[in-house]
């Protein structure tokens, strides 16, 4: 294994990519400056690959009542409770960089209750921990406390999918000991 292999195991690399995935790609690289790892990681089979970027997307970036720095949050808090290295570091990067706070990316990753979050955030995060934690003591009284802190039923859904998304990717980041891309460390300090 190179010192940049995106896992552990050893798989195949499709090459050449098809065309549509190497644009996908060149569009990582000219946004991003890297091609995130967890994308390399699933590149060697592109109907995995397209499957779990089309997830990803639909969650983490169609419209939605919950702001982009809610959903990454959601993503570093799961990630927290389930020691995830690669998710911690890669979505703690974004909760600094769209959040313009790097102690709040620090501070969700170590102990999110720690944190300066306002009321809506709280409950948000407080359901997020509690159905990483233990998913099926979830009641109606759960649900109700989001939609007091001004969430929708729809916000109420959106959370539940983006926590157990970020629980799934979680166990195969664990399982294959993803590596996160150096470049994260250093992002929005």
Not at 42 to 55: G, H, R, S
Not at 124 to 138: G, H, N, P, V, Y
Request: aromatic share 8%.
């Amino acid at each position: 294994m190179t010192d940049d292999a995106p896992t552990a195991l050893d798989l195949p690399d499709v090459d050449p990519l098809p065309q549509a995935t190497q644009d996908y790609f060149d569009l990582c690289q000219d946004r991003l400056g890297m091609v995130p790892n967890v994308l390399r990681a699933y590149a060697f089979d592109i109907a995995k690959l397209d499957a779990f970027t089309a997830m990803y997307n639909d969650l983490m970036l169609a419209p939605s009542g919950l702001s982009k720095l809610e959903r990454e949050m959601i993503a570093v808090v799961v990630s927290s409770v389930n020691k995830c290295f690669y998710c911690l570091t890669a979505h703690g990067a974004a909760v600094r960089q769209l959040s313009g706070d790097p102690v709040l990316g620090e501070m969700l990753v170590m102990n999110w209750r720690a944190a300066d979050l306002d009321a809506r955030q709280t409950a948000m995060l407080a359901f997020t921990e509690k159905l990483t934690q233990d998913s099926a003591r979830i009641v109606e009284d759960d649900r109700q406390t989001l939609r007091d802190a001004g969430l929708t039923d729809r916000d109420i859904f959106d959370v539940a999918a983006v926590a157990a998304f970020f629980n799934m990717t979680n166990r195969v980041a664990s399982a294959i000991d993803m590596r996160p891309n150096a470049a994260y460390h250093a992002q929005a300090r």
